[in-house]
């Protein structure tokens, strides 16, 4: 992977690799270097999160997912074959999305995404909630 940061401490990769959390599946704190690659099916269920002195680059490949948020990473790549299911607010500084993210139905809310650079040829999938009493005029 090419994740773009300089001095990298750990390169981190998860191999057809499930992990679970009802909080962060990872988590970057006091000046955290990494790159981390999940592919060949890896699926990730919990919050990606880095405290503002940490840099950390994520990669979804060959079928990989992500369900969850995302706040604070230097990058995400997804590649296209895999996806991100995102259910929450998320911010991050640079998205290269050459497959899928899916906003959650939100019922109960909108879900923001907030990016300083996006690039890549994937899909936003969008979801939208009418209620049972709206009529058209």
């Not at 679970?20 to 269920?45: D, I, K, P, R």
């Amino acid at each position: 992977m090419t994740s773009g940061i300089n001095g990298i401490v750990s390169d981190i990769t998860l191999d057809n690799t499930q992990v679970n959390s009802s909080g962060n599946v990872l988590q970057g704190n006091s000046n955290a270097l990494a790159a981390v690659t999940a592919c060949h099916g890896s699926v990730l269920t919990g919050n990606v999160r880095t405290d503002t002195t940490s840099r950390i680059a994520l990669a979804l490949n060959s079928g990989s997912s992500l369900a969850g948020t995302v706040t604070g990473l230097d990058s995400f790549s997804i590649d296209g074959s895999s996806r991100w299911l995102l259910n929450g607010d998320s911010s991050l500084n640079q998205l290269n999305n050459n497959g899928t993210v899916t906003f959650s139905d939100a019922p109960s809310g909108f879900k923001t995404l907030a990016l300083s650079t996006l690039s890549g040829n994937g899909g936003f999938v969008m979801n939208k909630y009418c209620c049972a009493e709206c009529r058209s005029y």
